[in-house]
């Protein structure tokens, strides 16, 4: 991929000097993809995709910039590219107009990853039509497992710029999802789903996700109303890291500026949560599989606090909104018709320690909720409250009882100041990592 970043550069600079163009820069990846789903032991969709992008920037002598993208990187899509990008550059936004990052051409640390061999297709399909059995019988009561999927996927990611910023970086990724439901005469359907990530296939735990959707469906069986109420709630490592990402426009610059956060540029330094809460975004984390190293404009990704024992510490940048802002880039750019603002992998974990420890196997009177859904639909990210129907239970005495139908509602920045407690161990799930998150009080409506 060195290589081919290198001959790319090459052309792209005697390109843009017979056009007459002396500022730009590209910012490319390449996906190569083959994914399974299977249905009762036979395969039900089989796909094999290798997808291509590339954005190319260019500044005009009167400093806007024109932006334009495509999928074709020979030298003819790339001087057709450039061509565009200027011409698009003479009707540029004449204010906040970006530029480059700083840091494009700052040193990286850390070891590229090796990426991993691909396996074959008829793998893929004899793993997931095992776990589909294994799930089928875990129980008597599971009679499908209506979605699932194993994917595997390289991503070669590369970003250059006319100063002489180079960067490129590969990597792999594999996974598994599955999402069972039981058939019961008398009693409604009940369902619960697992999903499992690795840098590569032979790594994927599969029995570890066969067993949770498996435990977790069969403890949705015995299910019962629960009645409408105020309940101390705890949330699952999934359900806290989904509420933190419907409402990260409260870290996000950009956001800021456009005044489309709960945040001003005054919040930081201000507490938004209990001093038992800390919270990093931390594209390198070593749980983060397929972590970039760099963002769209070639700033190092690196980890940044968000909130430090309750105090709100940092906003994700890019190199516009640090500019604006008076900060430094963090690595959170995305580059496209514009340059957006976006996270990596959030890390939840302990501030200040607390007073009182608490367990899920003594807890009494208390909802645990594991899936909260509908976040497209139940989040007012721009006043701060939700109301989201969720999968969960009720906890009595230690003693869980699935919840067969209910909704939590509240104020977000009013359950980050009720946190009681913050548990020390993590789990690993889709966007980061996360333990059992404790709050004193929110609304919860039965049936």
């Known amino acids: 991929m060195t290589t081919q970043i290198d001959n790319l550069a090459t052309q792209a600079q005697e390109i843009a000097k017979r056009l007459g163009i002396p500022k730009y820069d590209v910012y490319g990846a390449v996906v190569d993809e083959m994914s399974a789903q299977v249905d009762r032991g036979e395969p039900k969709q089989v796909k094999a995709s290798n997808r291509s992008g590339v954005t190319v920037r260019v500044w005009n002598d009167s400093g806007t910039v024109g932006v334009t993208s495509t999928s074709d990187v020979d030298p003819l899509g790339l001087e057709m590219a450039l061509k565009t990008a200027y011409d698009a550059s003479l009707f540029g936004a004449k204010e906040n107009i970006p530029d480059f990052s700083p840091e494009a051409i700052a040193p990286i640390g850390g070891t590229p990853e090796e990426k991993a061999p691909q396996a074959p297709v008829t793998e893929l399909i004899d793993k ?9 019988a875990a129980h008597t009561a599971i009679a499908s497992v209506p979605y699932n999927g194993m994917a595997q996927r390289h991503i070669d990611r590369f970003y250059l710029n006319s100063e002489g910023a180079r960067r490129n970086e590969g990597h792999s990724v594999a996974s598994i999802y599955l999402y069972s439901k039981t058939e019961q005469e008398g009693r409604k359907p009940r369902s619960a789903g697992a999903f499992r990530v690795s840098r590569a296939l032979d790594g994927l735990d599969i029995a570890a996700c066969v067993q949770e959707a498996a435990e977790k469906t069969i403890s949705h069986l015995a299910y019962d109303k629960v009645k409408t109420g105020k309940y101390p709630v705890v949330f699952s490592p999934d359900a806290i890291l989904s509420l933190l990402g419907a409402f990260s426009n409260l870290f996000n610059a950009q956001n800021v500026l456009d005044k489309q956060s709960l945040s001003t540029p005054e919040s930081i330094g201000t507490a938004i949560a209990s001093p038992l809460l800390s919270l990093c975004d931390d594209a390198l984390h070593p749980e983060n ?15 940044l606090s968000l909130i430090e024992n309750g105090i709100l510490t940092n906003f994700m940048h890019s190199a516009g909104t640090a500019k604006r802002l008076g900060a430094q880039p963090t690595g959170h750019a995305n580059i496209g018709a514009k340059v957006s603002v976006g996270r990596h992998f959030y890390h939840v974990f302990p501030g200040q320690p607390a007073e009182k420890e608490y367990s899920l196997d003594d807890a009494d009177g208390v909802i645990l909720i594991d899936d909260l859904q509908a976040l497209h639909a139940g989040v007012q990210s721009l006043q701060g409250s939700f109301s989201l129907p969720f999968d969960g239970w009720l906890i009595e005495n230690g003693k869980r009882t699935s919840i067969e139908s209910a909704t939590v509602a509240g104020d977000f920045r009013k359950v980050l100041q009720s946190i009681i407690y913050v548990g020390k161990e993590l789990e690993l799930v889709g966007g980061g990592i996360a333990p059992y998150v404790w709050v004193d009080e929110l609304s919860i409506t039965g049936e």
């Open 289 to 303: 599989v397929g972590g970039e190293s760099f963002d769209g404009e070639g700033t190092p990704t690196r980890r």
């Open 128 to 136: 997931l039509v095992h776990a589909e059995k294994e799930l089928l």
